[in-house]
Nanobody
């Protein structure tokens, strides 16, 4: 059984930083795709950053380019989302997800496994 467990959310002031972690069990990152998504109140879920080792190029949503960084520790099966220069509009529930195989980008319907969300709140 595949399980993803996200953590690291919290309340931070604008300009601050947070690092989200997502621990996977029953799933290997090698040859598969990992990603971070978020959903703000009243809005649809959107892809933030996704990465497939076989593809080699991480995808970032335009609004987070230069501020967020996706990474992973394949041995520990943990993926990370480093978030810097946070803005109030980054406030959302952040979820991690994984897809079997190499997926380019953050196409939500292509992701097979989802972790529960962690709340990120950025105050102005």
């Amino acid at each position: 059984e595949v399980q993803l467990q996200a953590s690291g959310g919290g309340l931070v002031q604008a300009g601050g930083s947070l690092r989200l972690s997502c621990t996977a069990s029953g799933f290997t990152f090698e040859d598969n795709t990992i990603g971070w998504f978020r959903q703000a109140p009243g809005k649809e879920r959107e892809g933030i950053s996704c990465f497939s080792k076989s593809d080699g190029r991480p995808y970032y949503r335009d609004s987070v380019k230069g501020r967020f960084t996706i990474s992973s520790d394949n041995t520990k099966k943990i993926m990370y989302l480093e978030m810097n220069s946070l803005k109030p509009e980054d406030t959302a529930v952040y979820s991690c997800a994984a897809a079997v195989g190499s997926i380019r980008g953050c196409v939500i319907r292509k992701y097979d496994y989802w972790g529960q969300g962690t709340q990120v709140t950025v105050s102005s």
